[in-house]
Structures are given as structure tokens and as C-alpha cells.
């Protein structure tokens, strides 16, 4: 691991971010829980990207459904036959490797296109050994990555952990289709976890076996899809994109969204602009970190026909990673399940039997959180997490300046008045500097200190994270002005 790796990762032990799970047990790899902050975090962004990708039409919609789905919907989806890695084991120590990556962290290069014999003939060729006892490394064999369990008294119900939220969608689309009165294009997010059995997970929560998925289906008629979006008030958006034959330099392109439609369907590309809107717009990730990445026919998964990979230049992983994806997955899924169940997937739209097409947005929830906390913290002059106020866990600070002549009662009352409308903290252990200090690494964005001169004039200094700068505003009209504070960014 880097350098920068263990900087994010004390920050978040020590301050509550993220941590092995039941690490008082030695931990449970590939499992990581959420302390306080982290939970505030992640909670928040989940709210941001609700509000904004269902905000893109009216007739996208948040559903929840199950984590165990049986057999027989997964053997349909293709996932019991296709959703396999590359399985290495150790002849000596018998330790198991994911056989892609002993192949590219020896290159520096993916591997991931690599079938079971390519992998096996890097390996010989590169004289690839266990990375834990240096022995000779068995042939690679396929290994599928779904959690197996059985249900019922007798557990003859054979079931899995779902390896994706997606296809709780799939599987309630014609409930929906009736219940959302027949029409498409229509999309049904679902934020929740999903499963799978890594060969080797490592990264933190970057690749974990339980994560969390934010995902948006969108099902359309590819004939209309295209004429059913405002495409024209994309067109110039110029879009940072590395395509197959470019990305593993690190070559990221500026191309204006009109250009790409002689190589992608104008659905997918007016999609790609928006993602990149959320990112960089919404939560002000900076340009030069943010791109889209072509994954090719081998790389992709099996149900793809287009695949881009949204990833973020995430110093403790040692440079680009993928964070999310953004997927036209054509008919696959709905046939499927079509022919697996019985039960027609196409539906009567204005006159025309349609089965519908799928473009996926997917989004890795750890990763994001993982993501943020490397970009936005900074640790030389002073620890400081420049996160986004709308995702900082903590809002404002509240303290009083020191614990005496009245100041901490007043900086309750301040405390109080607002609690209820931001997430705020109060605290009065320490010197002003050092709550400061620890407001400033975890991402509060702003400080309230109640002084003697506020016992006078009735306000407070309002203090800007980045800036360090200082203001007073009034303690009768602080929801207000705290309010117009966080929308407007200005006032320092």
C-alpha cells in the first residue's frame, strides 16, 4: 500500500470514518463497517444522488427489494454460468490469489481481458510466484463469486446472496410497467448491498465481499429513446473521456458530447454528460481527477454491449480507479428472465410490442466515500478534509470560547436553535484552536464560537473551514443566515 493509504486510513480510524469489521476479533477481510461520521457521509451522499439522478425525470423512482434471490432468477440472469474471476492457488501454502491481479501488479497494466490460459501463460512466462511464500503457483481455474445459501427447514431451497441490486428491478419491472400506467421510458433506483465472494480483497473498500450499490435502470424503447431526451442542452458539454486504447497511459480526452455521436447512441452519451455534472457541478470534484474509461468486448461484463467505467485519480490506490460504471445492457437481462420464468417481458407500448433495452448507472457507494476521503483531504500545513458541504457529516461546529462567564450556556442555546435543521456538533473540551484543528479534518465546513462580545451584541464568529476566515452573524437570525450561507458559499 502507498503512502497516501495509510494517511486515509488512519484519518478514518482515528476520527470514525471506516473500519475493518469485527476488528476486535483480528477483522474479517473484504468487510468494512461505517463509524459515526462515515455513516453521516455516506447517508448524505445517498441523498444527494437520489435527489439528483431521479430529479432527471419524473417517472424515475426509489424501490427497494430483496437480498436473496433463488436460483433459478440467477441462472437466468447468467450469473450462476458467467459471473466468475480467475482463481490462483499457492501449491505450498495453498493461499488463493485472483489471477488478474498477480498478473497486473507484476506488469502494471490490466489484466482483466486475460482468459484462464492467457493468465496461466503470463504467469509461466513472467515467473509470477505467491506473493506470500514465493511457491509455485497451481494452473488457474473459474470462479464464481456468489455467496450460495440454503433456505427453508431443510435447506433444499438453493438461493444466493444477490451479487448486484440490479436485478431486483428486472424481476419487478412488469410490476411496476402497470403500477407506473404503461408507459416508458421509465427508471427504478434501488441503494442497497450486494455480495460476492472475492478471491482477494484488499484496497479497503475498494473492493470489499458486502458493499453498497447505488443503481438507476432505465428501460426504453431503443427505436424512441433518443427523441425522448432534451439532447440539444448537452451537446457542448465537453466530456473527459480515455477510450480502450488510451486509458491504461492515462490519456484523457476533452470531447465536445455533439462529436461522440459517430461512435456512441446519443441516449448513452446525453447520460454521460449528466454523471459528469453530478461529479464535477454538484459535488465539485475537480476536473483533472474525474473521467470515463472504455472497457473493451473482453473486459466488459458478459451483459454489456457498451461499457464506460467512471473513474476518479485516487492517489491511494496509485492513480485512476473505477468508482462507478455506466452500462447499456440492450434486452439481455428482460430476455432472459422472459425465457427463464414464462412470464412475457415485452409490453404493448402506444401500439407497438416492445421489449424493452436497459442503460444502467451504477455506483459504488464505498468507493465514493473511499474516493472523497483521498481527494479532499490534505494533511501538510494543517489536516484539513476539504470535503463538499453537502456531504461534510458535520455541518457546523458549535463551541463556546471558553468554559466560563456564561459562554457555554449561550453557545447551547445557539446549538439548540439549530439543531434541527443541519447536523451541528457541540463541544467545549480543549483550546478554541484545537476544536478547531479537529472540526478542520473531518470536514466541517463551518464553526459557530460564542464569545464575550456575543453576550452584548447578540451574534456569533462564524468561521470558514478552507479559508480560515471569520465573520459575525446575528443569533436571532441564524437559521436564516446559516441557510443562505450554505447555498450562496459566499460572505468570506
Not at 455480495?195 to 484496497?203: C, D, K, L, T, V
Not at 458535520?394 to 470560547?401: A, D, N
Not at 462564524?462 to 479559508?467: A, K
Request: with cysteine; net charge negative; proline share 4%.
Amino acid at each position: 500500500m502507498t503512502r497516501r493509504y495509510d494517511e486515509v486510513m488512519s484519518l478514518s480510524l482515528r476520527r470514525g470514518f471506516i473500519w475493518p469489521s469485527v476488528d476486535i476479533y483480528g477483522g474479517f477481510a473484504g468487510f468494512y463497517d461505517y463509524g459515526h461520521l462515515g455513516a453521516a457521509m455516506k447517508r448524505k451522499w445517498e441523498d444527494i444522488w437520489l435527489k439528483y439522478f431521479l430529479g432527471l425525470s419524473d417517472r424515475y423512482h426509489l424501490i427497494d427489494t430483496t437480498n436473496i434471490l433463488p436460483f433459478k432468477s440467477l441462472k437466468a440472469s447468467g450469473h450462476v454460468d458467467h459471473f466468475t474471476d480467475t482463481l490462483v492457488k499457492c501449491s505450498d501454502c495453498g493461499v488463493s490469489h485472483r489471477g488478474d491481479h498477480l498478473v497486473a501488479d507484476t506488469t502494471g497494466k490490466s489484466a482483466e481481458a486475460l482468459s484462464t490460459a492467457e493468465i496461466d501463460s503470463e504467469i509461466e512466462n513472467l515467473d509470477i510466484r505467491c506473493p506470500e511464500c514465493k511457491g509455485k503457483l497451481l494452473p488457474s481455474t473459474e470462479f464464481n463469486m456468489m455467496f450460495p445459501l440454503s433456505v427453508g427447514p431443510t435447506g433444499t431451497d438453493q438461493a444466493f446472496l444477490r451479487p448486484e441490486t440490479a436485478q431486483g428491478a428486472y424481476l419487478n419491472f412488469k410490476r411496476e410497467f402497470e403500477s407506473l400506467r404503461r408507459k416508458i421510458p421509465y427508471g427504478l433506483a434501488i441503494i442497497g448491498r450486494a455480495f460476492r465472494n472475492e478471491i482477494s480483497p484488499r484496497q479497503g473498500t475498494y473492493r470489499m465481499r458486502e458493499f453498497i450499490q447505488a443503481e438507476l435502470q432505465i428501460f426504453f424503447n431503443p427505436r424512441t429513446f433518443d427523441d425522448e431526451l432534451d439532447f440539444a442542452s448537452v451537446e457542448d458539454e465537453p466530456i473527459r473521456i480515455s477510450f480502450e486504447d488510451e486509458k491504461e497511459e492515462g490519456e484523457v480526452g476533452e470531447i465536445r458530447a455533439g462529436d461522440l455521436l459517430d461512435r456512441l447512441p446519443k441516449f448513452y452519451v446525453y447520460h454521460m454528460v449528466k454523471i459528469q455534472q453530478f461529479y464535477l457541478d454538484i459535488l465539485r470534484v475537480p476536473r483533472d481527477r474525474f473521467r470515463f474509461a472504455e472497457l473493451g468486448e473482453k473486459e466488459r461484463a458478459f451483459y454489456n454491449k457498451i461499457h464506460f467505467d467512471i473513474e476518479m485519480n485516487i492517489d491511494s490506490l496509485g492513480g485512476w480507479g473505477e468508482i462507478n460504471g455506466i452500462h447499456y445492457r440492450t434486452d439481455h437481462d428482460l430476455k432472459g428472465h422472459q425465457a427463464g420464468s414464462n412470464e412475457k417481458m415485452t409490453v404493448s407500448v402506444e401500439g407497438e410490442r416492445v421489449l424493452p433495452h436497459v442503460l444502467e448507472l451504477s455506483f459504488g457507494v464505498d468507493r465514493n466515500i473511499w474516493a472523497f476521503l483521498d481527494v479532499f483531504y490534505e494533511n501538510e500545513e494543517r489536516a484539513l478534509l476539504r470535503l463538499p458541504r453537502e456531504i461534510a457529516p458535520i455541518t457546523f461546529g458549535v463551541f463556546p470560547l471558553v468554559s466560563k462567564g456564561g459562554l457555554p450556556e449561550l453557545a447551547r442555546k445557539v446549538h439548540d436553535s439549530i439543531k434541527d435543521d443541519f447536523s451541528c456538533f457541540y463541544d467545549e473540551t480543549g483550546s478554541i484552536g484545537k476544536r478547531y484543528a479537529r472540526m478542520d479534518e473531518i470536514g466541517t465546513p463551518f464553526c459557530l464560537t460564542v464569545d464575550f462580545d456575543s453576550l452584548e451584541s447578540d451574534d456569533v464568529t462564524v468561521r470558514d473551514r478552507d479559508s480560515t476566515h471569520q465573520r459575525r452573524m446575528s443569533i436571532s437570525g441564524l437559521p436564516e443566515g446559516l441557510r443562505t450561507l450554505l447555498k450562496e458559499g459566499s460572505g468570506f
